[in-house]
């Protein structure tokens, strides 16, 4: 079977060697510590697959410093072994068991087109039937929708349900057992942010009121 590979674009490859001769360069010592230490990042982020999310840029992070995982919409599966979407929850567990994190970030974001999509499916609007695997994804979100049916607005749904299914997800990881066991033995806690791409506004859940605010 012949690969239909193509060369990296040039572009990209000018790119590499200038951080190789300038940025690497310069954090050397701290390349050759995590090559031979291991990583041992604070947080796990679960952000968009989106490329306007940048969670490092928004911290300020240094390399090994976040235990990334992307996916469409920011979303965390219900706990369900025997399922499907077995890509994120494995990530959350090993970032739990494995690199013992201390934080599990999940990180959504204004204009997100999974959410969009997902919103349209959940409605019964004619959606894209050629995206097999994005639409199975999405069905994640019906939880959340059912919860915002109250909002007759498109847009405004649109909107409410970026920051609901961030909610959600937070209902569905306190269902992993691993995850249980971390949180009562005070060993982790669990965070949810959304970021306004256009502004640069980020806003955290409140615990306690369950509302976003302002950071």
């Avoid at 590499?16 to 310069?26: D, P």
């Avoid at 929850?89 to 974001?109: K, M, N, P």
Wanted: net charge negative; proline share 4%; glycine share 6%.
């Amino acid at each position: 079977m012949t690969l239909l590979i193509k060369p990296l674009p040039q572009d990209l490859i000018d790119r590499y060697k200038n951080w190789k001769s300038e940025s690497f360069a310069n954090d050397r010592s701290i390349y050759e510590n995590l090559a031979l230490e291991g990583q041992n990042p604070t947080a796990m982020i679960i952000s968009c697959c989106d490329s306007r999310v940048h969670a490092t840029s928004m911290f300020g992070a240094e390399t090994g410093e976040f235990f990334i995982h992307r996916n469409i919409a920011n979303l965390i599966p219900p706990y369900n072994p025997d399922g499907d979407h077995h890509g994120t929850s494995a990530a959350i567990e090993f970032a739990i068991c494995a690199l013992e994190v201390s934080h599990i970030i999940i990180l959504g974001h204004s204009s997100c087109g999974g959410i969009k999509n997902g919103y349209h499916m959940c409605k019964g609007d004619q959606v894209n039937k050629d995206l097999l695997f994005v639409n199975k994804w999405l069905n994640i979100l019906k939880p959340a929708y059912d919860m915002l049916k109250y909002v007759t607005d498109d847009k405004a749904m649109i909107s409410n349900l970026e920051k609901e299914s961030i909610i959600n997800s937070i209902k569905n990881l306190l269902e992993f057992p691993f995850v249980q066991q971390a949180l009562s033995s005070s060993n982790i806690s669990i965070h949810g942010l959304w970021n306004n791409i256009g502004t640069g506004e980020l806003e955290m859940l409140n615990p306690k009121s369950m509302l976003f605010e302002s950071l």
